[in-house]
């Protein structure tokens, strides 16, 4: 590959050996990716490695009735494989959100890279550990004592913090979403998704014009969804 190393700027390898990174770089490419375009699919073989350069992209898997449950939203730098292995085929699919540039190499190539080298070895192991804490805490706000507001409340505060942008009423999220999308991130009817989101800007909470969303105070809206309570 030719042009700038992109890699030495993640943070994912930021621990990473140069002479690695150099690597990577030469045997992997830089694909452009348009909204909707997905990279992996559930149950097929873990053949390529993705890496987000720039872009957001979501993780998701289908439920027994064929849903769409959205897991995460990942933006810059992330490592998108729930495995690296090309062992074993993937249980969750990876589509973009909006248009994309993704480093993609080999799962072969990449495994290679992690015998020699075990800074990136140690790079993976790091961002599935944090993948798994995250889940950790989806699951701590999925179970039943926790009412549906304060649920999308927490993932909208999450999500203002990654992808946040200033703006005159708040902190905006740099994300284009319909109640179709904020539906699949919640596992929840599109109606009772609708009217979740009409109380949350009927308390004040946030602000909705067209598929932009703003948190008009993050640390009311933090508080919310920890304690039930709007102060």
Same mark, same amino acid.
């Given at each position: 590959m030719q042009g700038k190393n992109q890699l030495y700027q993640l943070k994912f390898f930021e621990h990473v050996e140069k002479q690695t990174l150099d690597a990577l770089w030469n045997v992997g490419n830089v694909n452009d990716y348009?909204?909707?375009?997905?990279?992996?699919?559930?149950? /097929?073989?873990? /053949?390529?490695?993705y890496v987000q350069l720039s872009g957001k992209s979501m993780i998701y898997n289908l439920t027994h009735t064929?849903?769409?449950?959205?897991?995460?939203?990942?933006?810059?730098?992330?490592l998108?494989?729930?495995?690296?292995?090309?062992?074993?085929?993937?249980?969750?699919?990876?589509?973009?959100?909006?248009?994309?540039?993704?480093?993609v190499i080999s799962a072969l190539q990449f495994m290679k890279l992690?015998?020699?080298?075990?800074?990136?070895?140690?790079?993976?192991?790091?961002?599935?550990?944090?993948?798994?804490?995250?889940?950790?805490?989806?699951?701590?706000?999925?179970?039943?004592?926790?009412?549906?507001?304060?649920?999308?409340a927490a993932k909208l505060w999450k999500l203002a913090r990654d992808f946040g942008i200033q703006s005159p009423d708040g902190i905006e999220i740099d994300i284009n979403m319909t109640i179709t999308f904020l539906a699949d991130m919640l596992g929840a009817p599109r109606e009772t998704t609708s009217k979740t989101c009409k109380n949350l800007v009927d308390y004040g909470?946030?602000?909705?014009?067209?598929?932009?969303?703003?948190?008009?105070?993050?640390?009311?809206?933090?508080?919310?969804?920890?304690?039930?309570?709007?102060?």
């Open positions: 348009k909204k909707s375009e997905i990279l992996i699919r559930a149950k /097929e073989p873990m /053949e390529m490695i064929g849903k769409r449950k959205i897991i995460f939203i990942f933006g810059r730098g992330v998108l494989n729930e495995h690296v292995q090309n062992a074993h085929p993937s249980s969750m699919y990876c589509e973009t959100i909006e248009k994309s540039r993704i480093f992690m015998k020699q080298d075990f800074s990136l070895t140690r790079a993976v192991l790091t961002a599935q550990e944090w993948k798994i804490w995250r889940l950790g805490h989806q699951l701590k706000n999925t179970m039943g004592s926790i009412y549906m507001e304060r649920k999308l909470l946030m602000s909705m014009q067209k598929r932009r969303i703003t948190i008009i105070n993050p640390q009311k809206m933090a508080n919310f969804y920890k304690t039930g309570k709007i102060k």
